[in-house]
Each structure stands twice: as C-alpha cells, then as structure tokens.
C-alpha cells in the first residue's frame, strides 16, 4: 500500500539535466523541414457563452497559415470520445469548443504559422469575447 506522501521518482530528469535530453522543439529531421506550427488560442473563462472570437487580427500577422475556431471547423472536427469503455459514450466534446466554454484553458481556436513564434503571436491577438454562465459545481447544477 503506498502513502499520499510517497515520493514520485521521475526518471526522466536526470536526462535533461545533464542536457542529453531532446525537447520537441529541438527535433531535427528531414520530413519536419518547412512544417507549421500551431499555438492554441485557450478559453480564459470558467464557464461561459461564446458570442465571439476575433481573429481578424491575428490572421494578418506575419507568417500565419490559417486561424480555425470550432464555429469554422463544426463539421470538421469529430470530437473527443472518452477514452475508457466503461465511461458514458455519449459524453463528448469538440476539439475546439463550439458555442460554450467549460473550463478555463478549454481551447477555442487554433493559429497555424510558419514558426512556433508567429503562431504564439498570434494567437495573443485573437480575442474572444464571452457571456459568463454560472459554474458548474455538482451533477446538481448541470
């Protein structure tokens, strides 16, 4: 039987550490070369309506691909079934949320771009503008 307090070894630390460890970012390989990278625009509200997202000026910065938002991909994107049998399957959600937001860093939109640095720029000027909804806190109040 383990106790709350028992310590967690992470093997994967002493790895980086000593910088022998390889990031993401740090991946080099030919059939990566000239690929876009994507940044996340995420929800900043708890539980809330959405009656906007603005990309207009995202989407004229430099290097951006393309901005899709889950109103633009509705019938695009097939949603996140949950992962275990047992679980109800017919509790699911968009990749990107569509109408309303239920958590904070629930993503909402997606920029993609030419570097990992364009897209995180740009997804800092998509705004999206929200109706706040009370929280959700038991099975109660849903």
């Known amino acids: 039987m383990s106790s709350a307090h028992e310590k967690v070894l992470r093997r994967e630390d002493p790895h980086f550490l000593k910088g022998q460890g390889t990031f993401i970012a740090g991946m080099r390989h ?3 070369e000239g690929a876009a ?3 996340f625009v995420r929800s900043t509200e708890p539980h809330a309506r959405i009656l906007s997202i603005d990309t207009s ?3 004229g910065m430099p290097g951006v691909v393309a901005i899709l938002t889950g109103e ?3 019938n695009e994107l097939w949603p996140l079934m949950p992962r275990l ?3 109800n399957q017919k509790m699911f959600r968009p990749m ?3 109408d309303f937001v239920r958590f904070v860093g629930e993503p909402i939109a997606v920029v993609i771009a030419e570097t990992p640095y364009q897209a995180a720029d740009a997804a800092e000027a998509v705004y999206a503008d929200y109706e706040s909804l ?3 806190v038991s099975l109660d109040d849903s």
Request: glycine share 0%; proline share 10%.
């Open 134 to 136: 009370d929280p959700v």
């Open 85 to 87: 049998q047992f679980m």
């Open 57 to 59: 000026d995202a989407a």
């Open 72 to 74: 633009d991909a509705r």
């Open 30 to 32: 030919p059939q990566l």
């Open 37 to 39: 990278h994507v940044a």
């Open 96 to 98: 990107l949320a569509v």
